[in-house]
């Protein structure tokens, strides 16, 4: 069965980086395109990034633009969102998503369980 598994959140102050990690398995991780969500405390959930099969087209909300960086090691079938010049508002349950389709249709059928990051001096 799909399987995802976050891993990498933690507390972290304002300015700080950590990389969060997402092991897949159960399908062909290559095949699809892959999101990270998030939920921040008392908020609904916000979408934060995309990237396609092959790892070679990305996107971003606004909040995160500049600062997020996602990527794929497809033999590994793992995903990655780097997260640098953390901020209080970046603080949210985050989640690793798969995408329905093969081709980016921004909806979900399976999520991780989640990782906590928390930015707090």
């Known amino acids: 069965q799909v399987q995802l598994v976050e891993s990498g959140g933690g507390l972290v102050q304002p300015g700080g980086s950590l990389r969060l990690s997402c092991a897949a398995s159960?399908?062909?991780?290559?095949?699809?395109?892959m999101h990270w969500v998030r939920q921040a405390p008392g908020k609904g959930l916000e979408w934060v990034s995309i990237?396609?099969?092959?790892?070679?087209?990305?996107y971003y909300a606004d909040s995160v633009k500049g600062r997020f960086t996602i990527s794929r090691d497809n033999a590994k079938n793992t995903l990655y969102l780097q997260m640098n010049n953390l901020k209080s508002e970046d603080t949210a349950v985050y989640y690793c998503?798969?995408?329905?389709?093969?081709?980016?249709?921004?909806?979900?059928?399976?999520w991780g369980q989640g990782t906590q990051v928390t930015v707090s001096s």
């Open positions: 998503t798969k995408d329905r389709t093969t081709g980016g249709a921004f909806e979900y059928d399976y």
């Open positions: 990237i396609n099969s092959g790892g070679h087209t990305t």
């Open positions: 159960g399908f062909t991780f290559s095949t699809y395109w």
